[in-house]
């Protein structure tokens, strides 16, 4: 939580890529990075460790979702087409 791709990237390229090493970090080792203060450290440290304990199961978009049960259809594929005037009445 609080971290957008510029501040994820920079962490990614300084060796922080992976929420445990987040968690386990202490403010300071943070704070080195751009972008980052001791406000922002401290609320990602406390979001990693929340994760952790309870992770967030994905949404629904993030998980694959079957194809529906397409329904038969029950024309007749060769049937003409129904008379204009037929219809008409």
Same mark, same amino acid.
Request: hydrophobic share 35%.
């Given at each position: 939580?609080? #971290?957008?791709?510029?501040? &994820?990237?920079?962490?990614?390229?300084?060796?922080? $890529?992976?929420?445990?090493? #987040? *968690?386990?970090? !202490?403010?300071?080792?943070?704070?080195?990075?751009?972008?980052?203060?001791?406000?922002?450290?401290?609320?990602?440290?406390?979001? *990693?460790? %929340?994760?952790?304990?309870?992770?967030?199961?994905?949404? *629904?978009?993030?998980?694959? #979702?079957?194809?529906? #049960?397409?329904?038969? $259809?029950?024309?007749?594929?060769? &049937? /003409?087409? /129904? $008379? *204009? !005037?037929?219809?008409? %009445?």
């Amino acid at each position: 939580e609080g #971290v957008g791709p510029r501040i &994820a990237e920079v962490l990614i390229k300084g060796g922080i $890529d992976s929420l445990e090493k #987040v *968690a386990h970090s !202490k403010v300071e080792n943070l704070t080195i990075f751009s972008g980052i203060g001791e406000k922002l450290a401290e609320k990602m440290i406390e979001s *990693a460790q %929340k994760e952790l304990q309870n992770p967030t199961p994905p949404a *629904a978009s993030d998980s694959p #979702v079957p194809d529906p #049960v397409q329904e038969k $259809d029950e024309s007749p594929k060769n &049937a /003409p087409e /129904p $008379d *204009a !005037k037929a219809v008409e %009445k």
